[in-house]
T-cell receptor, first 112, second 113 residues
């Protein structure tokens, strides 16, 4: 079951630069998308979400872009900070009902 | 920030034994969820619970699994007869409404030997 795919298992960036995390989905019924961050020994923490009626949502240093025709979304973190180092999960659902389908995650490392 | 609390953090059990994983959702939240993550795999939805009944469940959530809200504060996941493949990190989550944030607990690592 690969309905939500994060093809990069890891990403390393320098502090202050932009981090771009990518996610692709195959289920055209998905209309609500979320990004979660996870530190070791903790549960996922909500970062930002976007519904399919939008193509961009911004919250501070975090911006999510949605390209429905390409079934692709991305998370931009600007500027990246060492504390952003974590695993980032993309998740999707049909409606905002929290029956979420997750990607496998991307380990982001921000180097000082 | 309010927290979802899960106990125990680690649980080791023998195959075939019953296990109960406990969660205290954030007070005044109404929607409750269990997810799990097998090592190296994705986080997977198990079940959602609202108004004292299951709203949705996945194919994973078979007859060996059950959930309960025994009082006003706890939300439990019971596995009746554990199998080796039930070994995973189990996450409880809660929200006040589907338009609000979903908060996850830190998880219970279940090891079935």
């Amino acid at each position: 079951d690969q309905q939500v795919k994060q093809n990069s298992p890891s990403l390393s960036v320098q502090e202050g630069r932009i981090s771009i995390l990518n996610c692709d989905y195959t289920n055209s019924m998905f209309d609500y998308f979320l990004w979660y961050k996870k530190y070791p020994a903790e549960g996922p923490t909500f970062l930002i979400s976007i519904s399919s009626i939008k193509d961009k949502n911004e919250d501070g240093r975090f911006t999510v872009f949605l390209n429905k025709s390409a079934k692709h979304l991305s998370l931009h973190i600007v500027p990246s900070q060492p504390g952003d180092s974590a695993v980032y999960f993309c998740a999707a659902s049909e409606g905002s009902n929290y029956k979420l389908t997750f990607g496998k995650g991307t380990l982001l490392t921000v180097n000082p | 920030e309010p927290e979802v609390t899960q106990t125990p953090s680690h649980q080791v059990t023998q195959m075939g034994q019953e296990v109960i994983l406990r969660c205290v959702p954030i007070s005044n939240h109404l929607y409750f969820y269990w997810y799990r993550q097998i090592l190296g795999q994705k986080v997977e939805f198990l079940v959602s619970f609202y108004n004292n009944e299951i709203s949705e469940k996945s194919e994973i959530f078979d007859d060996q699994f059950s959930v309960e809200r025994p009082d006003g504060s706890n939300f439990t996941l019971k596995i009746r007869s554990t199998k080796l493949e039930d070994s995973a990190m189990y996450f409880c989550a809660s929200t006040g409404g589907v338009s609000e944030k979903l908060f996850f607990g830190s998880g219970t690592q279940l090891s079935v030997l």
